[in-house]
């Protein structure tokens, strides 16, 4: 998958400034972010990439700021991840579960073990929101569960559902390389209670009683209905991909769909929600 780096220089270019055009960009399709001296980089797939959208999404903070310029550079259609794979360590949660590459060997120590390539799909691991969704998942009883892990990216959710205890998990991305990517993944763990399917909310099938997705704000509270609806009784709902300044809206639109907040966590400006249906 293509994508436009998009470079966002502000003055000043304080921490609290740099987190307000992260959180505005977040709202758009851009899913990745980076904090330089002189503002934020982000990272948006070319195919969906609009410079007006970019611009009415910073244009709030616009007034308050001495200088905003933006400016976009389409980036080669490489695999990035084998130039990170030099530098790519275990990731560790709660001493209890370890994601490691292909390349790393395993380690008893841990309950989980997780082998995830990445190569350019999401959920290595190392993102805040894969470790508090991961997290969350640690302090449920998955045992015998039927789980959904929607916009599954390298399918490390739904490994970790299986090896938790599922009796059967649903994995769904829109990319077809996250698609692709999750099913060699599911492979490579041997993980035989996962069906991975190719699409967005319209590919959902049947009832659950654990549906995961760590996603971002906007695409949440747009297919949050449809998770509401394919729920079993007593269901949880465990949601990811969004600051806790999101947390408001997105519960008013919970509540309003008979899901009950019953945890949030955070890491690094990140957060996780866990709701239960009524």
């Known amino acids: 998958m293509q994508y436009t780096e998009i470079k966002i220089d502000i003055e000043p270019a304080s921490a609290e400034n740099k987190e307000i055009i992260t959180a505005l960009l977040s709202e758009t399709q851009c899913d990745s972010f980076m904090d330089t001296k002189s503002g934020v980089l982000a990272y948006i797939p070319t195919a969906v990439f609009n410079i007006e959208e970019i611009e009415s999404a910073v244009e709030p903070v616009k007034a308050m700021l001495d200088k905003l310029e933006i400016a976009a550079n389409q980036m080669p259609d490489v695999d990035w991840n084998a130039k990170w794979e030099a530098d790519f360590t275990p990731i560790c949660i709660a001493n209890r579960c370890r994601i490691r590459a292909p390349f790393h060997q395993p380690d008893t120590n841990f309950d989980i073990d997780i082998v995830i390539d990445p190569k350019m799909s999401f959920g290595t691991g190392h993102h805040a929101t894969t470790c508090l969704m991961i997290t969350q998942m640690l302090g449920m009883d998955l ?22 205890g599922a009796a059967q998990v649903t994995a769904i991305d829109i990319d077809e390389w ?8 599911v492979a490579t763990n041997g993980a035989s209670k996962i069906e991975v399917k190719l699409g967005g909310s319209e590919a959902i099938s049947g009832s659950f009683d654990v549906i995961l997705a760590n996603i971002n704000r906007n695409i949440l509270l747009e297919q949050l209905p449809v998770y509401a609806s394919k729920l079993n009784a007593g269901a949880l709902v465990c949601l990811s991909g969004f600051y806790q300044s999101d947390v408001e809206i997105l519960n008013q639109r919970a509540e309003q769909l008979g899901l009950k907040l019953e945890k949030v966590i955070n890491q690094n400006e990140w957060v996780s929600a866990l709701f239960c249906s009524k």
């Open 143 to 164: 045992c015998g569960k039927k789980v959904l892990d929607m916009g599954c990216g390298t399918g490390v959710l739904a490994i970790a559902a299986e090896k938790l």
């Open 178 to 185: 996250s698609y692709k990517n999750a099913i060699e993944n």
